[in-house]
């Protein structure tokens, strides 16, 4: 048995949820729940005043989504381990946690002792990962090494993917805007759907993930208007809602 105390701070906008994890953990003698918090800012509030071991931290939050503010409190703490706890499992999301600094990734319908087991290995800085997510991050490599000419971001839509491609390569919205003959309003409201669909915060992040993905290593520039006249014959049969 340990001697040691494990505190943990508990982040999740369900206040069913947190009641029922709080009563979960605390039947575990060496477990103390140190706090909670429904909102991405209160968490990143919560976690540097209260310093817990461990942070149980939802992906879906509001103020700030669960990927930004364990960036944040792993920045301003290192100590401090973000074990995610959540009910997304697409890879992008976890890849994206653990390019955050989440040292685990669980569902939310795991079991007391998976809690428990992840979060003293959080603790002891190891990587876990729930039986369904490490199987789906096996898959997503696997059909990705088995795919010739895999495209990066399934999840977005065509015209989303061509958007983060501008992005990467530099552009902003307005030149954007001029290159697919869309209107200003359409491509912010690509853009923000390209940045919910990613868990990013702002462009910079969005164009690092894209450049690791390979897009827009290049300068958006002779590229892409030499294929103008495509995108324009594009948006003539597709015309903008």
Not at 22 to 29: F, G, N, V
Request: a negative charge; glycine letters at 8%; charged letters at 25%.
């Amino acid at each position: 048995m340990n001697d040691e105390v494990l505190r943990i701070l508990i982040v999740d906008d369900h206040p069913a949820y947190r009641a029922g994890l709080r009563t979960l953990l605390s039947t575990a003698p060496e477990v103390e729940v140190v706090g909670e918090a429904e909102t991405g800012p209160e968490a990143i509030e919560r976690a540097m005043e209260l310093q817990p071991d461990v942070v149980l931290m939802d992906l879906q939050l509001p103020g700030l989504n669960g990927i930004e503010c364990t960036r944040q409190i792993v920045q301003a703490s290192p100590h401090i381990s973000v074990l995610m706890l959540t009910m997304s499992n697409d890879a992008d999301s976890i890849f994206a946690a653990i390019r955050a600094g989440a040292l685990g990734y669980l569902l939310k319908d795991a079991g007391r002792e998976e809690i428990l087991r992840a979060a003293w290995a959080a603790n002891n800085r190891e990587a876990i990962f729930g039986p369904t997510v490490a199987q789906r991050v096996i898959h997503y490599f696997q059909s990705a090494s088995s795919a010739p000419g895999h495209t990066p971001f399934p999840h977005l839509t065509e015209r989303e993917r061509e958007v983060l491609t501008m992005i990467a390569g530099g552009l902003n919205n307005g030149e954007i805007s001029r290159r697919l003959v869309l209107s200003p309003k359409t491509v912010r409201n690509h853009v923000s759907n390209i940045f919910s669909k990613l868990h990013v915060a702002d462009r910079a992040q969005a164009i690092l993930l894209a450049r690791e993905a390979g897009l827009g290593h290049r300068k958006a520039t002779g590229g892409l208007e030499r294929h103008s006249g495509s995108e324009h014959r594009d948006d003539r049969t597709n015309p903008v809602q």
